[in-house]
């Protein structure tokens, strides 16, 4: 898969979910939120940024993101967002191995 080259603040945004995971491992649920709850995320086509955040259950995969710093239009107590990120969370923290994907629409659930 050829992927563009990252704006600073993507590289930076991935640099720092990857530092959380690694320096917390214990408490996943609480490093993602805090750490996703910085961006606003939304669905694309083709996937233009990768990355992986390892974790001591398994590997959380990020693809099909952009990733827009500090929004203020996006909604974070959007119940849809709050109910898709307790759902992510919880499974991923239950990984033992493996790869979850992450799919954002500025903060609703993603359509089936």
Request: charged share 20%; glycine share 4%.
């Amino acid at each position: 898969m050829n992927c563009t080259p990252l704006p600073d603040e993507q590289r930076a945004f991935i640099e720092a979910v990857e530092r959380n995971w690694r320096l917390a491992p214990m408490s996943p649920r609480r490093d993602a939120l805090t750490t996703l709850e910085q961006a606003d995320f939304e669905e694309i086509e083709e996937p233009d940024l990768s990355a992986t955040a390892v974790h001591s259950t398994g590997e959380i995969h990020w693809t099909y993101l952009t990733i827009s710093f500090l929004n203020p239009h996006f909604d974070k107590t959007n119940p849809g967002f709050q109910e898709f990120m307790d759902a992510s969370v919880s499974y991923a923290s239950g990984l033992s191995q493996g790869l979850f994907t992450y799919r954002f629409i500025s903060g609703r659930r993603p359509a089936q």
